[in-house]
């Protein structure tokens, strides 16, 4: 009787310890640190027709544990009727040497307490509109990042929402030169 | 003797390619007799559609719980690729491989006993991001019945064959070879990784003897 007692109470501390053990491990917490968006730039090109934004957005994991950035992608949020003839092209990659032009997320092992800036470029075209006009109508557009994680503990999804002020687009600083001129 | 060593590029092989006509492709002009061909165990595994996406792995308990006891750097620190390995060796065998190795490690202070026991395959998977794109969104295994690999490329090419794990820090572990491979010989070659590890794309390595 006295060993069925000492073995339950071993296989109990062990597997407290256990518990212990797996749940102070802690997990990934990878995230767009939108808070933290450093140099935005919005830009109107008149040539192309098009507006250009542009930022860096740090991808932070503030976790206990690594994680592995396996999938991201970029939509804009609906933002009325006008978005019918809009052309709204979205690419985000990590800042490194040798980075794909293209627009392919290779997939990441981000480190606990470690970071990697990543750039976000939108362009955005209108079929009907002027870009003046779109801006009017559209001062502010939001592009929804959604990302997973595969983490050790599990597959999240998750997502940040950045705010593009394209009211605040401004014109190439050649040309805003060219116009001081006429 | 002194041996060259020629890496050969190739077009990204993908589970679609037969793995002889690849070789037949790109090596074929350039094999002489007496060549040792060396290909690269994850080329050969992704040529046999030996891939998993994460997505459809659902990790138990057991994987959930043992993943945290191996070192984040180690492919099967994800419970995703321990799911996949414990679905290929068996839940049971891995199980006693982790509790062997915990035993082995704290008492007899040798490392490495989990790898040894849990299967092959507990050794050669590689997890998302360790494999160039598109794989590497993508669990990779390690190539399945390499002896049969090896045998079919020297039946058809005519010379000795081997598929080898070689890393970029020096480890290198061969899969399988014919019998005609001078093991040492490999493993010296290999031990610089000539094949590279990421966008040099040449998983097939020709080994020449010169006098």
């Known amino acids: ?182 | 003797m002194s041996v060259q060593v020629i890496p050969v590029q190739t077009k990204l092989v993908t589970p679609d390619d037969d793995l002889l006509e690849v070789i037949s492709e790109y090596c074929g002009p350039l094999l002489q007799k007496g060549d040792i061909l060396v290909a690269a165990e994850t080329m050969v595994a992704i040529s046999q559609g030996r891939l998993i996406r994460p997505e459809n792995v659902k990790p138990g308990r057991c994987a959930l719980f043992i993943s945290q006891f191996i070192h984040q750097d180690g492919s099967l620190s994800s419970p995703f690729a321990l799911q996949a390995v414990m679905n290929e060796e068996g839940t049971l065998r891995v199980i006693a491989a982790f509790i062997v190795s915990v035993f082995s490690r704290v008492f007899l202070r040798r490392k490495g006993d989990f790898y040894r026991l849990a299967g092959k395959q507990a050794a050669l998977v590689d997890d998302i991001t360790g494999t160039v794109p598109p794989f590497d969104k993508y669990i990779v295994m390690g190539p399945k019945e390499p002896e049969k690999v090896v045998a079919a490329i020297k039946e058809r090419f005519g010379i000795e064959a081997a598929i080898i794990d070689a890393n970029d820090l020096g480890r290198s572990q061969i899969l399988a070879a014919t019998e005609g491979v001078d093991h040492r010989l490999l493993q010296r070659v290999f031990k610089k990784n000539p094949a590279g590890n990421a966008d040099q794309q040449t998983p097939l390595v020709i080994v020449r003897r010169r006098a």
């Open chain 1, 1 to 182: 009787m006295s060993f069925l007692v000492a073995f339950l109470a071993c296989a109990g501390t062990l597997s407290a310890a256990l518990a212990l053990y797996y749940w102070q491990l802690g997990d990934q917490n990878i995230i767009f640190d939108i808070g933290a968006v450093q140099d935005l730039l919005v830009q109107h090109d008149p040539e192309r027709d098009e507006i250009i934004c542009r930022c860096s957005i740090p991808l932070t994991n503030r976790g206990e544990q690594q994680g592995m950035v396996n999938n991201v992608f970029c939509q804009p949020v609906y933002c009325g009727k006008i978005m019918k003839g809009m052309e709204i092209r979205s690419q985000i990659n990590v800042v490194k040497e040798q980075a794909r032009e293209n627009g392919y997320w290779e997939s990441l092992i981000l480190k606990n307490d470690a970071y990697f800036l990543t750039q976000l470029e939108v362009r955005i075209r209108h079929s009907s509109v002027d870009i003046p006009t779109l801006i009017r109508q559209v001062p502010r557009l939001n592009i929804i990042i959604y990302y997973q994680v595969v983490g050790r503990k599990g597959i999240q999804w998750k997502l940040a929402e950045l705010p593009l002020p394209l009211k605040d687009a401004q014109l190439p600083a050649k040309l805003k030169e060219e116009k001081v001129v006429e």
